[in-house]
């Protein structure tokens, strides 16, 4: 009696202890998992930061294509003049040095001065590569928020799993208390014996095991839930969305359109071939000159005294204007051996996309043909649960008419439990093999 009345105990605490959780946490559904995650999962926010960082260094290399212009203001106390040394021929002194002091104890410039490259590979070069590294770290976060995605599901959907393992255990609970009260009773009028109530209150008990296996499985997958989609972990939550709907244990799974184009991966690739052609393209241009225009203007004071806001002293002018063109006419052909390289690189990056592309059409068809063949085992391992909950109730039914022994009970629970377990695995082995079909599709 005591212990009817502790296993009672033991499933009021649940429920109570369950709805005191419910009350106090914050229902997610699967959707609301996902989005949570990545709005809040720190993973998510560097690739995000990456993408924002080569964004401004595009915005840099953009910048590089305007003229430079700079603007200078120079001040100077010549506490020492600097002497110039003539020749003794300007004084019809021949062979002989005449030094000669030269300028103003003060002096001033303002000036203007600017650069402008017209042509120049190197700068075409940065420009693209800097959009091609603001590309790949947005695709990058792409990956990112689809390998997390695929995490939360896998979470969500083993906390279900667990949640299933609970309902289908406190069932199996119930049966065998009421099958130990009956076998009570029927001790008590002298139709079984000792070690038949025994065998009834070890199987209560084993129950009660695997309810607390079971709750403590549900907790430990919450944790990781909860760690996957950045939540509090010190927070509760409660799942509103289903194991699977009834549409998706019966729906016919064909293949999808083939886009390879959708896995972030492929275009990773895509991207690399890119950069190995723009590196190609720069070092093919590395043998074309650079020319680049610059100018000059800008005035000079000179003073005895430090007096330059005085407008009625002079200002001298000073510009110029130019061109510069820059021909690196010999490397000892290190030019043709960095082209030599970016071919093969160029190479290898094609033979990467038709690899990729060919592991993507097997994987399809693979990962169909095994999710296929997971919903098939479900609808079996379904079948069987029902068939082993039938033996179990009439073998109990005959044993209380004293047509069986107890063993045969035990062994028809046991049965149960197997094909439990067993339809649990095959379900979550059905769900990890569509979330893997869609992963390969680019979902």
Known sequence: MFRHVKSNLLLFLLFFSGRIVHAQSRAVSLAEALQFAQQNQLTVHNKQYNVQVN????????????????????MRYNQQLPTVILPGEFRNLPAQNIPVVFGTKYAATAAL?????????????????????????RNELLVAQTDLALEVRKAYYACLLNH???KLTLGNLGRSETFLRNT?????????????????????????????????????????????????????????????????????????ELKVEARPE???????????????TRNRHNALPTLRLYGYYGSQAFREKFNFTNTTEKWYPVSYFGAELNWLLFQGFLRRAQVQESKIALKIRH????????????????KLLAMQTEQQNVHVREANVQLAEKILNVTRIRFENSLVQSQEVTDAANDLLEAQTSYLNALYDFILARLEYERIQGK
Do not use: H, W
């Open 55 to 74: 964004e401004a260094r595009l915005r840099q290399e953009k910048a590089a294509r305007y003229p430079e212009i700079s603007g200078a203001f120079d």
């Open 113 to 137: 001065e600017g650069n402008y490259a017209v042509f120049d590979p190197e700068r075409k070069y940065n420009t693209g590569k800097a959009k091609l590294q603001e590309n790949i770290s």
């Open 164 to 166: 299933k393992k609970i």
């Open 184 to 256: 009570q009773t029927l001790f008590q009028n002298g139709q079984v014996q000792p070690v038949d109530v025994d065998r009834a209150q070890f199987d209560v008990q084993s129950q009660q095991a695997e309810l607390q296996k079971a709750t403590l499985n549900l907790n430990q997958n919450l944790l990781s839930l909860k760690y996957q989609m950045g939540f509090p972990l010190d927070s509760a939550i409660v799942l509103t969305d289903t194991l699977l709907l009834s549409g998706e244990r019966q729906a016919v799974f064909l293949p999808d």
């Open 266 to 280: 492929y275009r990773n690739l895509q991207l690399q071939q890119e950069q190995e052609n723009l590196l190609l």
């Open 351 to 366: 033979n990467e996309l038709l690899i990729f592309e060919r592991d993507y059409v097997f994987q399809t068809y693979s």
